[in-house]
């Protein structure tokens, strides 16, 4: 089945950017999805098809798709972007969702 | 607003059946071509996809829980639910209910989540 690699944890500074990334074979021909869950919240869709926002997520999150790797950018990190990220693709091959380990993002 | 709500056993005994529903209310469940899913996250660790109904009918299953999996909608209820067989302590985890956002496979989203539910599996 298909995997999504994500490093456990980043660390950034308030103010500076902090980028999380997501591997899998050839991640760019798929779509990704990205959330941010705080601790006892459910997860929260912050980008979907690689770059798009739901309305009421700030534009400080982006995100980028190309080859083996994605990417979720929150500009200006705030205290308050401190939280799990997961991405998520659909694997067409195996006919299921499929998420990445998630990354713990810390706001030093 | 369209809102979700998870209902069912927090306990349930090893080798019993898990059966949740989540509850859709702002929305209908039949309108607008949208498809439904469960999605678990044992305690500390991340979230694993369960399945899917289709907006047909229609079910897709994680294959490493396909044999134990049952997805079902009941329109006149505006709800659909989960049932889990043949439970273990591997089993316990928060379940949450979500809808699937992308009208097509090629955007395969999660845009309405419930609050999620703690179900622990345990004698």
């Known amino acids: 089945s298909y995997v999504l690699t994500q490093p456990p944890s980043v660390s950034v500074a308030p103010g500076q950017t902090a980028r999380i990334t997501c591997g899998g074979n050839?991640?760019?021909?798929?779509?990704v999805h990205w959330y941010q869950q705080k601790p006892g919240q459910a997860p929260v869709l912050v980008v979907y098809?690689?770059?798009d926002r739901p309305s009421g997520i700030p534009e400080r999150f982006s995100g980028s798709n190309s080859g083996n790797t994605a990417t979720l950018t929150i500009s200006r990190v705030e205290a308050g972007d401190e939280a799990d990220y997961y991405c998520?693709?659909?694997?067409?091959?195996?006919?299921?969702?499929?998420f990445g380990g998630g990354t713990k993002l810390t706001v030093l | 607003q369209l809102q979700l709500q998870e209902s069912g056993s927090g306990l349930v005994k090893p080798s019993q059946t898990l059966s949740l529903t989540c509850a859709v209310s702002?929305?209908?469940?039949?309108?607008?071509?949208?498809?439904w899913s469960w999605i678990r996250q044992p305690p500390g660790k991340g979230l694993e996809w369960i399945g899917y109904?289709?907006?047909?009918?229609?079910?897709y299953y994680n294959p490493s829980l396909k044999s134990r999996v049952t997805i079902s909608v009941d329109r006149s209820k505006n709800q659909f639910s989960l049932k889990l067989s043949s439970v273990t302590a591997a089993d316990t985890a928060v379940y949450y209910c979500?809808?699937?956002?992308?009208?097509?496979?090629?955007?395969?989203?999660?845009?309405?989540w419930g609050q999620g539910t703690l179900v622990t599996v345990s004698s």
């Open positions: 979500a809808r699937v956002g992308g009208l097509t496979l090629d955007s395969y989203y999660f845009d309405y």
């Open positions: 702002g929305g209908s469940i039949s309108s607008g071509g949208y498809s």
């Open positions: 109904i289709y907006h047909s009918g229609s079910t």
């Open positions: 050839n991640i760019g021909s798929k779509s």
């Open positions: 098809d690689d770059s």
């Open positions: 998520q693709v659909w694997d067409s091959s195996s006919d299921q969702g499929v």
